[in-house]
């Protein structure tokens, strides 16, 4: 079926709003409100971050548009939604009288518009609203596939069992803080790691891009760089194991400069594209003195103390920065150059 440039241009908008969700750790839904050729509200899936289970993102365009246009009543609006609305939010729709519902991705087990049940072919409700299915169909799928893929990804790695010399802060000792842990990325595949578990921020939404790698320093981890992963730039920021939500040996012994620098240089070699260059504080340079690509020396970004210090609840989550904090303040030989 052929659909209308209009439908496409607006479906890709609320694909856009469906990326917003992914990216705050929502289940990838978006939708906008149009009038007369117009945007008048555009929304997003929300119900983990505001603890509300009718926070579709249809019902939000619904709120938001009801409060610009001062009437609950809709008849003269359509409703674009990336994914085919459950029946909560078809009923909302018919309720609100829209006169059209577009949607993106037939959902196979709580579709209301056709999939499970159709509420909009039920004749007798006293409205009857058009539905169109299918618009950008596969874009908005893929957005919902790759969603869960990377969750399951990443309940797979946490599965990965944590060795006995080493500690693992939990997820939830970032709860109300600002940590984009829908970026979040981990491997225990580096033969340096040995079974520990790596982290690392990724920003990019096409994986053929070439990205800027950004290392921490002494008092920090790769949250010192929120940033930058909020750019339009390809951003990964990574966690040395001892620092931030990587595994951390907790003797500190462990933390040779050697290891951290072969960790480091497995990890640079896994990154497909290459990056285009690594970022990091001068202090670092013993650890980077053996890698070809281009280092700038940067200052790290400040970062607020309850940020600073939620990866590390007690002194045995210290050890790597305590390690480091005396092996990289032994004399060491000049850093080298920034090379580009």
């Not at 365009?61 to 990336?82: E, P, S």
């Not at 499970?116 to 596969?138: C, K, P, R, Y």
């Not at 921020?201 to 053929?208: A, G, I, K, T, V």
């Not at 896994?270 to 202090?283: D, E, G, K, M």
Request: aromatic share 6%; net charge negative.
């Amino acid at each position: 079926m052929t659909h209308s440039p209009e439908d496409i241009g607006f479906m890709q908008l609320a694909l856009r709003q469906a990326q917003t969700a992914a990216d705050a750790g929502e289940v990838p839904v978006g939708a906008v409100v149009v009038r007369a050729g117009q945007v008048i509200a555009s929304a997003h899936n929300a119900p983990l971050g505001s603890l509300d289970p009718t926070a579709h993102a249809e019902v939000n365009a619904m709120r938001a548009v009801a409060q610009v246009l001062g009437n609950y009543r809709l008849d003269d609006c359509t409703l674009y939604v990336t994914l085919e609305p459950c029946a909560m939010c078809s009923g909302a729709a018919l309720h609100a009288r829209f006169k059209r519902v577009v949607f993106g991705a037939t959902e196979p087990k709580t579709g209301a518009a056709g999939s499970v049940l159709n509420l909009f072919a039920n004749e007798h409700i006293n409205h009857q609203t058009h539905v169109t299915g299918g618009v950008l169909a596969d874009e908005c799928a893929q957005v919902l596939q790759g969603f869960f893929e990377q969750r399951r990804a990443q309940q797979q790695l946490s599965k990965v069992p944590l060795r006995e010399d080493a500690l693992r802060t939990p997820d939830r000792a970032f709860a109300g803080l600002d940590v984009p842990l829908s970026l979040s990325h981990f491997t225990a595949e580096l033969r340096a790691l040995e079974g520990l578990r790596l982290h690392w921020f990724d920003n990019r939404q096409d994986s053929l891009q070439a990205p800027h790698v950004y290392l921490h320093g002494l008092d920090g981890w790769s949250a010192q760089y929120i940033a930058q992963l909020q750019s339009s730039e390809a951003v990964i920021a990574l966690d040395l194991p001892g620092f931030g939500l990587s595994d951390k040996p907790k003797k500190v012994a462990m933390h040779r400069i050697g290891w951290h620098a072969q960790v480091l240089s497995e990890f640079l070699a896994s990154v497909q594209p290459a990056p285009v260059a690594l970022h990091a504080p001068r202090l670092m340079a013993p650890i980077l003195s053996k890698l070809t690509l281009p280092i700038h020396w940067i200052d790290t970004p400040e970062i607020p103390a309850d940020l600073r210090d939620a990866p590390y609840p007690d002194r045995g989550h210290m050890a790597g920065p305590r390690a480091l904090s005396t092996l990289l303040a032994a004399p060491a030989p000049t850093p080298p150059p920034e090379r580009s």
